[in-house]
């Protein structure tokens, strides 16, 4: 049985009524939310310009089919209309999201443009299984048999999008619907234009996502307010503030239309309605018991390295950390094992080769590099290698929904700024760490897993929820707060303020030594 409730612009003939009413739905939205496990899916960094594949790789991802604009449609522009399902008969109220069917410029031209997304590889065969990439054929017993995939770090809006098709909670009535999914590869599409084009070519898919997205009557609900997105690339990639055409990037996520959507991302930049989702590794496992297996594996191994690298160094950027980080690694002996991606690049996105060194490493080290974050952080997580981190903004102000807050539980932090002055011996450093305490934190490593993986979308999760189950939970959980604060007539605005919201990410977030100076 389902009500049909129309919310008049803050007026109400029967206020009492009305807000009894208003309380208990959002009270059931809010704190009786019983969120079921979601299907899965998932993708890494890997370059394979040998491999070429057909375009039937593009066989397995479904064309959106255009639907006239919507101009027209009779929608009053001061209406807030919500359909509230009832929640007795219906598992899933306060869940329903509405996948918008864009026109194919925005996602099904871009994965058949693949010969060009990057520069200087292919990267057809990475859209292959969803996203994963291709298989991992000789997983050397390295790697448990399945589940291992070539997966490039990039590929997220595919993964996400391939798996929001098997949510259980999709609707085709987008006046049911908590959240509206706006499924545009902006990645993939800017990845193309990011290096000798102009500003209008990169910003074409922006301004003409916009244009689409307003056109819509969804749009007119709550202004983008209930929208959301997913970038498989760096936010940084998307802030470009003026049309210099020496600065970097697009303009998208600088467009105001965007500043009122929540949009997810593998690194967010200090707007609060930016959330960070975990890179795409090569981890990929179709069932619980999958999980169960590798976890075990990983805690049990014996470990040789105190600590590890895998990495290259940035001897053009001059406040980079790497170059020290490299001297020290080079100069512990034994005790550090570096995997260097200048001399052997192959091997830092090789799965087998890149988990052949962390499983054996206790720690591993993750310093910033073109941006403040790595894809390699999630490859250390899967491998039981425990985290150290550099810089506040690399992970700890970054994957709120996914890490716990107390970043000593799992995590070595290390100031760039005593790398910096020579203050701290690295080796010095995790030395203290007692073989009792380094078990307990590569335990929490462990819990870890399930929750930064995508798991395969062909199968499902009974136990666990995985990366895109926590990301959709929040989601949910974050539109129909918005919508409550916006039905209650007071302004949202500060779930999507202008940048400089560091400190109020890291809010909650403590640990044995404070992580200030923050810039
Ligand atoms: C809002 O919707 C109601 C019910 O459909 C309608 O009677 C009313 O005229 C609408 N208000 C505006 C401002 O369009
Ligand atoms: C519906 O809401 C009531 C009251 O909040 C709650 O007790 C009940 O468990 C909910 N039912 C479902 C199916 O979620
Ligand atoms: C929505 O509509 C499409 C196309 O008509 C259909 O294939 C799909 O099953 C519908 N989805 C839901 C959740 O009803
Ligand atoms: C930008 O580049 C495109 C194609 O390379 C070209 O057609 C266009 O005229 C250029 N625009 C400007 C403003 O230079
Ligand atoms: C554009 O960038 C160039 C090179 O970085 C710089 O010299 C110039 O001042 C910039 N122009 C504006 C308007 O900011
Ligand atoms: C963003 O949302 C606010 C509040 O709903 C609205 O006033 C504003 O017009 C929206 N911006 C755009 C570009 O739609
Ligand atoms: C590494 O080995 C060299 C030579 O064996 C020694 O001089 C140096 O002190 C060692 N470095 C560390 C950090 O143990
Ligand atoms: C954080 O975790 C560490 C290690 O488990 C513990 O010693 C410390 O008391 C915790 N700090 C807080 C504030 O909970
Ligand atoms: C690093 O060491 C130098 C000399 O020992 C000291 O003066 C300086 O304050 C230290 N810096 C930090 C950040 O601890």
Not at 10 to 18: D, E, M, P
Not at 323 to 329: A, D, F, M, R, Y
Not at 361 to 379: E, I
């Amino acid at each position: 049985m389902e009500k049909k409730l129309i919310i008049n612009g803050g007026h109400c003939h029967n206020q009492f009524w009305f807000t009894v009413l208003l309380s208990f739905v959002f009270c059931f939205l809010l704190f009786c939310f019983d969120y079921s496990v979601l299907y899965s899916s998932n993708s890494g960094v890997s370059f394979y310009s040998e491999k070429t594949q057909k375009a039937n790789q593009l066989a397995a991802i479904d064309e959106p089919s255009e639907i006239p604009d919507s101009q027209n449609f009779p929608f009053p522009e001061n209406n807030v209309s919500l359909t509230i399902v009832n929640n007795v008969t219906d598992p899933c109220s306060g869940k329903y999201i509405y996948v918008h069917r864009l026109p194919r410029r925005f996602n099904v031209d871009v994965l058949e443009d693949c010969r060009n997304l990057v520069k200087w590889f292919n990267m057809c065969p990475s859209l292959m299984n969803s996203g994963f990439g291709p298989k991992v054929e000789t997983p050397q017993g390295v790697l448990s048999e399945k589940n291992w995939f070539e997966t490039n770090q990039f590929m997220l809006e595919l993964i996400f999008h391939q798996r929001i098709k098997q949510y259980e909670c999709l609707t085709n009535d987008s006046s049911m619907a908590s959240a509206v999914y706006i499924p545009f590869y902006a990645g993939l599409d800017v990845g193309r234009y990011l290096w000798g084009y102009n500003v209008s070519v990169r910003d074409s898919s922006a301004f003409g996502i916009v244009h689409w997205l307003r056109k819509q009557r969804e749009w007119n609900r709550m202004f983008g307010r209930d929208h959301f997105f997913v970038a498989g690339r760096i936010a940084w990639d998307f802030r470009r503030r003026i049309d210099n055409e020496s600065d970097w990037g697009s303009r998208l996520m600088n467009l105001p239309e965007f500043m009122n959507i929540t949009v997810l991302s593998i690194e967010s930049s200090s707007w609060s309605n930016e959330f960070a989702v975990p890179y795409p590794t090569y981890f990929h496992p179709s069932s619980d018991i999958d999980v169960i297996r590798w976890q075990k594996r990983v805690r049990a191994r014996k470990r040789r390295h105190l600590f590890c690298f895998a990495g290259a160094p940035r001897p053009t950027m001059k406040d980079s950390i790497r170059g020290e980080i490299i001297n020290q690694c080079l100069s512990a002996n034994q005790t550090c094992r570096f995997l260097d991606c200048k001399a052997e690049g192959n091997k830092c996105n090789t799965p087998v080769e890149v988990i052949k060194v962390f499983r054996d490493c206790k720690f591993c080290l993750q310093p910033p590099g073109d941006s403040y974050t790595r894809r390699s952080t999630f490859d250390s997580i899967i491998s039981g290698c425990i985290p150290v981190f550099f810089h506040p903004y690399s992970a700890y102000a970054q994957y709120i929904w996914y890490f716990p807050k107390n970043y000593t539980k799992y995590s070595v932090y290390i100031p760039e700024i005593d790398i910096k002055t020579g203050n701290v011996s690295i080796d010095r450093a995790l030395s203290r760490y007692s073989e009792h305490r380094i078990k307990a934190m590569r335990k929490e490593v462990v819990k870890l897993i399930p929750k930064v993986i995508y798991a395969n979308p062909k199968s499902r999760f009974e136990r666990y929820e995985d990366a895109i189950d926590i990301a959709v939970k929040r989601v949910l959980e974050r539109v129909n707060k918005v919508g409550e604060i916006t039905r209650e007539g007071k302004d949202p605005s500060v779930e999507f303020a202008a940048g400089n919201q560091w400190k109020s990410k890291l809010s909650g977030i403590v640990g044995d030594q404070p992580l200030e100076p923050l810039f």
